[in-house]
């Protein structure tokens, strides 16, 4: 490993900080992060594409949860 230490120099990891909601500013800052990336991916810092992922990850959250369950009558259980 000795002759590739820029290598391990910065090794990127995902760590859940926070998992609330994203902010009208961290929807925007998405929103400019994921531009940036389709416009010129090699212009955009590894650290804002960690970033992002981060970003993204929190905004999926909970959009592949099953709907709620219905009642026999069809409407939902809350109603």
């Given amino acids: 490993m000795s002759g590739f230490p820029h290598i391990y120099h910065h090794i990127m ?24 990336i389709h416009d010129n991916p090699a212009s955009v810092h590894p ?20 709907p709620p369950p219905k009642n026999w009558r069809g409407s939902s259980l809350s109603e």
């Fill in 47 to 66: 650290d804002k594409l960690e970033k992002f992922t981060e970003l993204f990850v929190r905004s999926l959250d909970g959009k592949c949860d099953p």
């Fill in 13 to 36: 990891t995902f760590s859940r900080t926070n998992n609330s909601i994203l902010t009208q500013e961290e929807f925007d800052e998405l929103v400019s992060l994921k531009n940036a």
